[in-house]
């Protein structure tokens, strides 16, 4: 079983965005592109990225304990597959939506401490005035705050 920790974005990351339920940082202020975007709640942001929480706490952890352990080819493999496990996790499988601005395949994305559903990402756009949103992240504002440093 694996325990997921709660990280945080470095203390230079003045303005974030956390999660409203369990209060996980999601982005950064930096990454933001856009507040004129509308979810299935209401109003939502664009972010070029979003932080995966828990896979680079494990990471991290595992990164640590590769420095002072002698079967190194072991850990690797079980890092591949926990990389592969925490992709699917934190990201729902792609699947096609006719959204306000057309047709996109989009995958749900989740907040890796509580669960929740904060928005998704865009996977594919199939109209060719659409293709700046491929790889970039909706989260809607029902699901997040303004933390640190938002005088």
Not at 93 to 113: K, N, Q, S, W, Y
Not at 126 to 137: C, L, M, T, V
């Amino acid at each position: 079983m694996v325990k997921t920790f709660q990280a945080y974005l470095p203390n230079k990351c003045h303005r974030t965005y956390s999660c409203v339920h369990c209060r996980a940082h999601l982005a950064n202020h930096d990454e933001l592109i856009s507040k004129s975007f509308q979810g299935s709640q209401g109003r939502a942001y664009l972010f070029n990225s979003v932080r995966d929480v828990t896979a680079s706490a494990i990471f991290r952890s595992f990164d640590l304990f590769l420095k002072c352990s002698s079967d190194i080819e072991y850990f690797l493999n079980y890092k591949r597959l926990l990389t592969s496990l925490l992709v699917m996790w934190g990201c729902g499988p792609a699947e096609e939506r006719v959204l306000l601005t057309g047709l996109h395949a989009v995958a749900d994305i989740f907040c890796e401490c509580c669960k929740t559903t904060l928005g998704w990402k865009y996977e594919h756009a199939f109209e060719s005035s659409q293709k700046y949103k491929e790889g970039k992240f909706i989260i809607e504002l029902a699901h997040m705050i303004k933390d640190n440093g938002w005088d």
